[in-house]
Structures are given as C-alpha cells and as structure tokens.
C-alpha cells in the first residue's frame, strides 16, 4: 500500500466527506449540532467503507486548464442548446442528416475519457453512445450535420487535445 497519513487513510476522499455532511445537513431543514456532527461521521464512514472499490485518483490534474474547459463546454453547451432549438423548428424530420461518428481517442485515463465522453453527450445535438471494447474509440450520434468529419475533427481539437493538457 501507497504511504499514506493517518488522515488520508481515514479520510481518503475529504471532498466529498464536506459534501456528504452539507448534504446530510441540508437535508434536515433545520440546523442542529447533533446533526452537524452526524452528517460529519456519516461523511467519514461512506467514503471510507467504499475506498476499497474506488479507482486511484488521477496522476496529475491542472485544475486551472480545468477551470477554462469548463468555461468553453459550458459556451458550447448554451450554443448547441440554441442551434438544437433551431433544428427542431426549422428543419423537417426527411431533411435531418443524422450521422454516426467514431472519435479516436488518444486519452489514456479512464477519467479523461469518461470527462470527453459526458462533455459530448451534455452537449445538446450530440451523444456518446459505446466505447470500442480496447477503448481506443468513441462512437458519437450527431443529431444534424453535414460533415461528420468535421463534427469529428471539431470533438478531437476542442476538447480531447484540452483534456489531454488537463490530465498531462
């Protein structure tokens, strides 16, 4: 086993100890100590009883690349929302051109992948459907486009080469 201190053994995930306490707090609907400090060891014992089956934390993570990927899924998500609403509107249902797309993927942790493939399908006209069985692809339903290439090459360039920089 990895050396750990004493409080990361015990608290192996203190994020989400926080959480799970203002969750468990929130959830009460009125604030009491007791329930503070309830929330507080409930917030202990869940993550540390369900370590065992939790992944290793990712080797590096640039939380400041993060915070401007969050920025740009967020603009995109708000753009394809309205691009979406136009489709629907405008375009007859014998006139869509959906397409099925594979996205090679040149991400190698298990997070990274799972943040492209949720990046994809939260933006609206676009949903990761299967990872290929070697995950060395995606495959992506696009709801209209004429250039599923370019609906592809758009994926790789703006958000897997961003993640690959957040996970480096």
Not at 67 to 83: K, Q
Not at 103 to 130: N, R, W, Y
């Amino acid at each position: 086993m990895e050396n750990r201190s004493l409080f990361q053994r015990i608290v192996p995930h203190p994020f989400l100890t926080i959480l799970l306490a203002i969750v468990w707090i929130v959830l009460q609907n009125q604030f009491s100590w007791g329930m503070a400090v309830f929330g507080l060891i409930l917030g202990i014992i869940i993550p540390f009883a369900t370590a065992p089956w939790w992944p290793l934390s990712p080797q590096s993570f640039r939380m400041g690349k993060m915070f401007s990927y969050a920025v740009i899924v967020l603009w995109d998500i708000i753009v394809a929302n309205i691009e979406v609403a136009w489709i629907v509107l405008t375009v007859p249902n014998e006139k869509l051109k959906p397409a099925w797309i594979s996205i090679p993927l040149t991400l190698k942790q298990p997070e990274a992948i799972t943040m492209l493939a949720g990046t994809i399908t939260l933006t609206p006209g676009t949903v990761s459907a299967d990872m290929s069985s070697g995950g060395h692809s995606l495959l992506v339903h696009i709801l209209h486009t004429d250039d599923p290439d370019g609906v592809r090459d758009e994926i790789m360039s703006r958000y897997q080469a961003r993640l690959e920089e957040i996970f480096a």
